[in-house]
């Protein structure tokens, strides 16, 4: 399968521990995005990698959470001190270079804080 | 105001009818995206458009630049076509999405 994969999918978890998930994004594309979708919700963007660099971070991404993409590849988002709160799916895309190319997501990350 | 616009919020339809759903946008584009999520699933990409109409099997998509609207059509509905469909644009300014609230479609049979 060559399309976006992320690991776990499923992640439960107690208040004030760290989580950390994994995005593996099609091989050949540059961009890699991170979104957050909470019930109901639509996906709201938390940050966006273009290669290894980070290009944008919304305000949505407190200090709590550090996302990296060390060799431009695969990128990791890491969560400190879980909150309840943070409680949603975590869902990552890619895409080729060209502003406004399709994205392709993978299945997304649940994560439970209780 | 939203940026993204869809509408209707819900559409329940019994199978075999012709569906529209609608996106209104007040930003510049580069590009329109729609998507589909089913139920406890992940999001899968339908279209990407920037002008015109794209055609994928039963999915129709149109854009109107001037207007900021696009529309989703899909003819002869099945149950299977239940899912959530997400407008989300891409604007000239960034690289992000912004995402419309979403229409969630049932299907009867």
């Known amino acids: 399968d060559t399309g976006v994969s992320q690991d776990p999918r499923h992640k439960i978890t107690k208040r004030g521990q760290n989580v950390t998930f994994r995005c593996d994004p099609i091989?050949?594309?540059?961009?890699l995005y991170w979104y957050r979708q909470t019930l109901g919700q639509g996906p709201e963007f938390l940050t966006y990698?273009?290669?290894?660099?980070?290009?944008?971070k919304s305000r949505l991404l407190s200090d709590r959470f550090s996302a990296e993409r060390p060799k431009g590849s695969f990128s990791t988002l890491e969560i400190q001190r879980t909150e309840q709160g943070d409680s949603a799916m975590y869902l990552c895309?890619?895409?080729?270079?060209?502003?406004?190319?399709?994205?392709?997501f993978g299945p997304g990350t649940r994560l439970t804080v209780l | 105001k939203n940026e993204v616009e869809q509408s209707p919020q819900n559409l329940t339809a019994q199978e075999g009818e012709f569906i529209t759903i609608n996106c209104s946008y007040s930003v510049g584009i580069s590009a329109l995206h729609w998507l589909q999520q089913h139920p406890g699933g992940g999001i899968v990409s339908l279209f990407m458009?920037?002008?015109?109409?794209k055609k994928h099997g039963r999915l129709i998509a149109t854009i109107n630049i001037q207007e900021k609207h696009s529309s989703l059509h899909i003819t002869a509905s099945h149950p299977r076509d239940s899912a959530v469909y997400i407008c989300a644009v891409g604007p000239d300014s960034n690289y992000q999405l912004i995402w419309g609230a979403g229409t969630k479609l049932i299907i009867k049979p």
């Open positions: 895309a890619s895409s080729l270079d060209a502003r406004g190319d399709t994205q392709y």
């Open positions: 990698f273009q290669n290894e660099a980070q290009l944008e």
């Open positions: 091989s050949e594309h540059n961009r």
């Open positions: 458009l920037s002008s015109g109409k």
